[in-house]
């Protein structure tokens, strides 16, 4: 049975990432993400995997994230808890339209984690190169 977009939550597991939700409290402040590494204490590149999904924050980094972004710990982790109702215009799309996002977003993510491992190997190549001269 399909879903209507009347009984999708924005934020819930299956329409968005911890990632989605993490940038999307941080953004409803008008907070950037350099702000929030700031304010976290951690590096720009930190707070950046995190909203894409590369990565998670340890259990006290993420008692602080949500602390900094006024939501609770359990609506970060899976949409459930005190959080944002999800965006106005975007609420009314149909589960068709969430579905091209959904895939969009998981599309940038995988990108984002062949990126990191071409970046790896180029690194292993310049190594090698090296150890060869």
């Known amino acids: 049975m399909a879903e209507t977009a009347d009984e999708v939550d924005w934020y819930s597991d299956q329409a968005a990432t911890f990632g989605d939700r993490m940038a ?9 993400q350099s702000d ?23 259990a006290n980094k ?7 972004l006024n939501v ?3 609506w ?15 609420a009314e799309l149909s589960v068709d339209i969430r579905a091209v996002l959904t895939e969009i977003r998981q599309v940038k993510t995988e990108m984002g984690q062949m990126a990191d491992r071409l970046g790896l190997l180029e690194k292993r190549l310049r190594a090698t190169l090296k150890e060869e001269s």
Request: charged share 30%; net charge negative.
């Open 62 to 68: 993420l008692q602080m994230v949500a602390g900094v």
């Open 76 to 90: 970060l982790l899976n949409g459930e808890g005190d959080g944002l109702d999800g965006p106005a215009e975007e």
């Open 24 to 32: 999307g409290a941080r953004e409803t402040l008008g907070m950037s």
């Open 36 to 58: 929030l590494a700031r304010r976290l204490g951690v590096k720009l590149k930190t707070v950046r995997a995190w909203e894409e999904d590369l990565n998670e924050p340890r």
């Open 72 to 74: 609770s710990i359990m």
